[in-house]
């Protein structure tokens, strides 16, 4: 595990939004966190756990990456100022970081993915990221197998005692 990942999982964080999904459909390379610009009515509607992030992901203008897609439920409470659901939102990266992604979706051919949102131990609301490369569907069938002889083999374990 590189100090990149260490640095990105932190022991005490409430996760607000998972993508499931992405670790089936990419092989997950390297993962960064990313500081994201949120309205106020996003973050509170953020801290009663209304987010989507299953259909988002990460794109590049003017040299900035911003989150396409992702789904902020809108504040019950709030007012005429209450925000768009699927508005862009900045994500907040180093420069070193954006190059690093950037390079690896003009290079290799990878797809910037978000992984989760969640609020670190100061209270902030983070997103991980990640590098991915597209899975072949025979990739995601031999997942699927070893997923299941997984489930099997820790049920034949419990049973035998």
């Known amino acids: 595990m590189s100090k990149q990942n260490r640095k990105s999982e932190p022991a005490n964080f409430k996760v607000l939004a998972n993508n499931r999904r992405a670790r089936f459909n990419y092989e997950i390379g390297e993962t960064f966190e990313a500081g994201i610009v949120l309205r106020g009515t996003e973050v509170k509607s953020l801290r009663s ?4 992030i299953a259909e988002s992901y990460a ?11 992702s789904y902020i439920s809108e504040y019950l409470q709030g007012n005429r100022n209450n925000h768009e659901p699927r508005r862009l939102r900045k994500l907040l990266l180093h ?3 954006i190059i690093k992604l950037l390079n690896g979706v003009q290079r290799d051919g990878m797809t910037i993915i978000p992984l989760k949102i969640y609020f670190n131990e100061k209270g902030r609301a983070k997103l991980q990221l990640a590098l991915g490369k597209g899975k072949k569907s025979h990739d995601k069938r031999e997942t699927q197998k070893k997923r299941d002889w997984n489930r099997d083999k820790a049920r034949l374990m419990r049973d035998r005692g």
Not at 59 to 69: A, H, T, V
């Open 95 to 97: 420069k070193k970081q």
């Open 59 to 69: 794109s590049e203008e003017n040299g900035e990456l911003f989150l396409i897609n």
């Open 49 to 52: 756990g209304k987010a989507n």
